[in-house]
């Protein structure tokens, strides 16, 4: 499968993907800032989406829609040095819907 990656988040988490030529979208300071840029995303047609953690929860509504769909699929990474726990709780649900258990969560 081919596809564009497009990276969102604060400048300094997107400047070393633009460097290596990925389109990258500032987020901004305001969720509005950063629910634009998701949008330019989505509209973009991008395969997948790297989203900083910091920023997850600013475009989370925004690519709730896209999460049944086989793309583009949105990788949120941890990149704040406090984690916010966002990040695990996201791969968490994928796993879920992809195995049909919760992996990360012991139970």
């Known amino acids: 499968m081919e596809g564009k990656v497009a ?3 604060d400048e300094d988490f997107v400047m070393p993907f633009s ?3 990925i389109d990258t979208f500032t987020a ?3 969720a509005d ?3 634009a840029s998701a949008r330019k995303i989505i ?3 991008y395969t ?3 989203v900083a953690e910091n920023k997850a929860k600013a475009v989370e509504e925004t690519f709730a829609g ?3 769909a086989p793309t583009p699929c949105v990788l949120v ?3 704040t040095t406090e984690p916010e726990g966002f990040a695990t709780r996201a791969l968490s649900a994928v796993l879920k819907m992809a195995t049909g258990i919760n992996i990360l969560e012991g139970d």
């Open 66 to 68: 896209l999460q049944s």
């Open 33 to 35: 800032d950063a629910a």
């Open 28 to 30: 901004g300071e305001s």
């Open 48 to 50: 997948l989406v790297v």
């Open 19 to 21: 460097a290596m030529g």
């Open 43 to 45: 509209e973009g047609r």
């Open 77 to 79: 990474v941890p990149f």
């Open 7 to 9: 990276v969102l988040g």
